[in-house]
C-alpha cells in the first residue's frame, strides 16, 4: 500500500476544519448576527427559524420597576446566563428579587414589512415567578412576585410581543424581573431562570412548536396509564395475579408523575401546590410500590425491616400530600433522595443474586435497574450539585415499567407453557384413560377374552376386509356341556375357573389372527379369517378333543368336561347376525344329539363332523 505524504494528510485536516468553523460560524450568524453596537441583529430568515435567547443577559439583584424601561443604563450590570441557576443562597439582601435585560436589534426591513405583528417570546421554567417586560411595558408573567407571592416555577408560557415595545430605532429591550422565592426555598433549590426554552420568534410557530415538544410526554403518560389500568383490569378478574395488582399501581403512580412533569397538567383547573402534591406523592410512594412489586415479581418474602423501610416511604408520601404549602417539598426533597440510596443498593444485591441462582426474571429487572440508577443518579445531581443536565427520572421509569413488562410477560408466557405441557400430559393420560375404558368396554371381566361387543366390532372389521380381498371366514360357537348342572354341583367358583381354563385353552390353540370372545354364560364365539368350512371344522375338532381329554384339577379335585361346537361360514350377502344364527342351530342339534359334538351349519342343511 502506498504511503499517503504527511504535507497531503496536513493539509485536508486543515481544510476539514476550515470548513466545520465556517459551518458554526454561518450558523451563528444566522442565529443572531451582532451590529456595530455589539446588538444581536434579527432578521427575517433568523425570525421564521426562531431565534434562541439562551446566554448571557444583564444581569442586576434588587427591584425597581424602572429597570423595565428602555432607557436604564444596563451597561455597569453584571452577566449571568439564561438558563442559569442563583448562586447559593440567592439574593438574600434584596429581598430574592432581581432583574434580567437582554438588547436586540431588529432588521429594519422586518418593522417596513410589518413582519413583527406576531413577534413572541417563549420563556422556560424560572424560580419562583416572574414578569416579561417588553420596551418597558408589561406583556406577561408566571406566578406572582412579592407581595402577593405565588410560587409557580415550571410553567412554560409564549408570550405576545406589541409592536409598540419595538423603539424607533428598531431595538427591542426585554426585561425580566424575577423573585427567587421565600429564603428556606432558595436556599433548597436556589433561584433564577433554571431551564427550558428561551426563544424569540413567531407567537403562532412558537405555540405550535410547544405544543409539539409536550406531544411525546402525552403519549407517554396515556401509554403508562393504559398499562396500569390493564393490569389492575386483569387482577380484578383473578385476585391471585397480585403480581399485576403492583405492577398495575406502579404503572398508575408513574403515569401520573409523568403528567405532572408535563405542560399538559395546567390544562386541569388545579392549583400549583396541589399539582406538585401530586407529583411529589408519587414519587415519594414510588420505593414502597417498587419494593412490593420486585420481591413479588421474583418471588421472594419480604422482612419485618424491609417492611418498615417500606412503610416509610408511604408515610413520607402522605405527609408530603397532606401538609399544607410547599416548604414541606424543598425540605424534604433532597432527604427523600438519599432515602432512597439504600433501597436501589438492596434491590441491586438481590436481583443480582437472583441471577446467580438462576432467577428466570432477575437479568430483565437487573438491567432495568441499571438505567433506573443511571438516570437516578442524574437527576440527584441536578438537585444537589445543580448540574446542567436534563432530568432522565422518566426514562428510567420506563426503564423499569419496561424491564418489569418484559419479565412478567416471560413468566406468562413460561407459566403457558407449563400449562401447555401439563395440558397435553393430562390430554395424553385423558387418552390413554379413554383407551383402557373403550378396551375395557370389549373386554370379558372374568375370561379376558373380547366380549359380545367387542367381537361383534371385530367381526364388522372382518367382513369390510373381506369385501376388499374377497377371502371369506368362518365362525365357530362353541358351549360347555352340562354347565349348569356343573356349576349347581361344584359351585359357582369352580365354574368361574373352568370359562377361565376354557378360555385360556381356546387362546393357545389359534392363531394370533382369531378372535375368540365369551358370547354369553357358557358360551365362546371363534372368528377365523380368511378361513373355508373344512378348515374351520378341523379346528374345531381338535379343539374338541383338547377340552375332552383335559383334565380340570379345583380344590383336590380332578374334573372333566366337554364342549360342542356349531360352525358356519360367513357368506356375501347375509348379516353376521345371520352367520351367527346357522352357527347357533348347528351347535343346537349338536347339543340334541349327544353334546361333545362339532357340527356344521349351512344353507343345504346341516353335516355332522364328529
Same mark, same amino acid.
Not at 460560524?25 to 434579527?42: E, R, V
Not at 424560580?127 to 417588553?134: D, G, K
Not at 438516570?375 to 450539585?385: K, M, S
Given at each position: 500500500? &502506498? ?55 444583564? %444581569?442586576?439583584?434588587?427591584? !425597581? ?5 428602555? #432607557? ?15 448562586? !447559593? /443562597? ?45 420596551? /418597558? ?54 433561584? /433564577? ?15 405550535? *412548536? ?79 410500590? #417498587? ?111 419496561? &424491564? ?7 413468566? %406468562?408466557? &413460561? ?24 378396551? #375395557? ?25 373381506? %369385501? ?14 352340562? %354347565? ?64 375332552? *381329554? ?17 360352525? &358356519? ?42
Amino acid at each position: 500500500m &502506498a504511503q499517503k505524504h504527511p504535507i497531503r494528510l496536513i493539509s485536508k485536516a486543515f481544510l476539514l476544519a476550515t470548513g466545520l468553523f465556517c459551518l458554526l460560524l454561518a450558523g451563528s450568524l444566522t442565529q443572531a448576527a451582532s451590529t456595530t453596537d455589539g446588538l444581536p441583529f434579527i432578521t427575517g430568515e433568523n425570525l421564521r427559524e426562531g431565534i434562541s435567547l439562551r446566554g448571557q443577559w444583564r %444581569f442586576k439583584p434588587g427591584d !425597581s420597576i424602572a429597570w423595565a424601561t428602555p #432607557a436604564v443604563d444596563d451597561s455597569s450590570w453584571s452577566s449571568m446566563a439564561v438558563p442559569d441557576r442563583w448562586p !447559593s /443562597g440567592g439574593f438574600p439582601e434584596s429581598g430574592q428579587m432581581a432583574w434580567y435585560r437582554l438588547s436586540l436589534r431588529l432588521d429594519p426591513e422586518l418593522v417596513r414589512e410589518s413582519q413583527i405583528s406576531q413577534l413572541a417570546v417563549r420563556i422556560g421554567k424560572v424560580l419562583s415567578a416572574y414578569e416579561l417586560y417588553a420596551g /418597558g411595558k408589561l406583556v406577561g408573567g408566571v406566578g406572582s412576585l412579592p407581595p402577593l407571592s405565588e410560587v409557580i416555577y415550571d410553567q412554560e408560557r409564549v408570550f405576545a410581543i406589541p409592536t409598540s415595545a419595538i423603539s424607533k430605532d428598531n431595538v427591542l429591550i426585554l426585561a425580566l424581573r424575577v423573585w427567587g422565592g421565600d429564603e428556606a426555598l432558595v436556599k433548597a433549590w436556589s433561584g /433564577g431562570p433554571i431551564s427550558g426554552v428561551y426563544m424569540l420568534g413567531q407567537y403562532r410557530e412558537l405555540v405550535l *412548536e410547544g405544543m409539539v415538544s409536550e406531544v411525546p410526554g402525552l403519549l407517554f403518560c396515556a401509554l403508562i396509564l393504559g398499562f396500569g389500568c390493564y393490569y389492575l383490569y386483569l387482577y380484578g378478574r383473578n385476585r391471585k395475579l397480585s403480581t399485576y395488582l403492583w405492577f398495575g399501581l406502579m404503572a398508575l403512580n408513574i403515569g401520573i408523575y409523568g403528567l405532572m412533569l408535563t405542560q399538559w397538567k395546567y390544562l386541569f383547573d388545579i392549583s400549583f401546590i396541589a399539582m406538585k402534591k401530586i407529583e411529589l406523592g408519587a414519587i415519594y410512594i414510588f420505593p414502597a410500590l #417498587a419494593i412490593q412489586m420486585l420481591w413479588s415479581l421474583l418471588r421472594l418474602p419480604i422482612g419485618p425491616l424491609l417492611r418498615a423501610y417500606q412503610v416509610s416511604f408511604v408515610l413520607v408520601s402522605m405527609i408530603v400530600v397532606v401538609v399544607p404549602g410547599d416548604i414541606i417539598h424543598y425540605q424534604t426533597l433532597s432527604w427523600w433522595q438519599l432515602w432512597t440510596l439504600p433501597a436501589i443498593a438492596t434491590a441491586l444485591w438481590v436481583m443480582v443474586g437472583q441471577v446467580r441462582v438462576g432467577n428466570p426474571e432477575a437479568k430483565t429487572v437487573l438491567l432495568g435497574a441499571i438505567i433506573f440508577l443511571a438516570t437516578a443518579i442524574n437527576d440527584l445531581l441536578i438537585d444537589l450539585v445543580y448540574l446542567d443536565s436534563v432530568r432522565l427520572a422518566p426514562l428510567g421509569f420506563v426503564a423499569i415499567l419496561l &424491564a418489569m413488562a418484559v419479565s412478567m410477560a416471560n413468566r %406468562f408466557t &413460561a407459566m403457558y407453557s407449563k400449562l401447555e405441557s401439563e395440558v397435553a400430559e393430562r390430554t395424553a393420560d385423558l387418552s390413554a384413560a379413554n383407551r383402557r375404558l373403550a378396551e #375395557a368396554a370389549r373386554v370379558d371381566h372374568l375370561t379376558g377374552l373380547l366380549n359380545r361387543r367387542g367381537f361383534t366390532e371385530e367381526a364388522e372389521t372382518e367382513i369390510r376386509r373381506m %369385501f376388499r380381498s374377497g377371502k371369506s371366514f368362518s365362525l365357530v360357537l362353541t358351549d360347555v356341556d352340562n %354347565f349348569k348342572s356343573f356349576n349347581d354341583r361344584h359351585g359357582h367358583v369352580c365354574g368361574d375357573h373352568v370359562l377361565k381354563r376354557m378360555a385360556s385353552i381356546l387362546e393357545e390353540r389359534t392363531r394370533d389372527v382369531d378372535r375368540i370372545a365369551r358370547w354369553g354364560g357358557e358360551e365362546f364365539i371363534l372368528l377365523l379369517p380368511e378361513t373355508e368350512t373344512e378348515g374351520a371344522a378341523n379346528l374345531a375338532e381338535k379343539l374338541r378333543e383338547s377340552i375332552a *381329554e383335559n383334565v380340570f384339577e379345583f380344590d383336590n379335585q380332578r374334573l372333566k368336561i366337554t364342549m360342542t361346537f356349531g360352525i &358356519a361360514s360367513f357368506r356375501r350377502g347375509e348379516s353376521l347376525d345371520t352367520c351367527i344364527a346357522r352357527a347357533d342351530t348347528a351347535l343346537y342339534h349338536g347339543k340334541e344329539g349327544g353334546r361333545n359334538k362339532v357340527m356344521i351349519g349351512n344353507y343345504k342343511g346341516l353335516s355332522v363332523v364328529s
